[in-house]
């Protein structure tokens, strides 16, 4: 397995409470460990026009299966924080980072 860090953009077409913004940091505080956070990464990026960026330590075989899981991940905080589905857009995840032992 291999640990990647997998960045998620999207927009919110709500407006976000500071509440809810800390809420959802939160409920992904445990996919941002030691090397997104080495790194020096935020964990949420919250832009003034509703632009977001997550960024997130997901293990996986491949990048495909790591950025699967990225979006399903941000998906559920966002649901389970009180975001609908069109309430906030998520866009191409992206690899950002790569720990491999190979």
């Known amino acids: 397995m291999t640990t990647f860090v997998i960045t998620v953009p999207g927009t919110f077409v709500v407006d976000v409470a500071e509440t809810s913004r800390a809420a959802l940091e939160r409920k992904l505080a445990t996919q941002h460990t030691d090397l997104s956070e080495g790194e020096g990464l ?56 790569i720990d491999s032992d190979l």
């Not at 632009?51 to 299966?65: C, I, K, M, N, P």
Request: net charge negative; no cysteine; aromatic share 8%.
């Open 42 to 97: 935020d964990l949420l990026t919250l832009n003034d026009e509703g632009t977001f960026s997550v960024r997130l330590e997901v293990q996986a075989a491949d990048r495909y299966e790591a950025e699967l899981n990225a979006v399903g991940l941000v998906a559920t905080a966002l649901n389970e924080t009180g975001f609908a589905e069109e309430d906030a857009f998520l866009g191409t995840p992206a690899v950002t980072g």
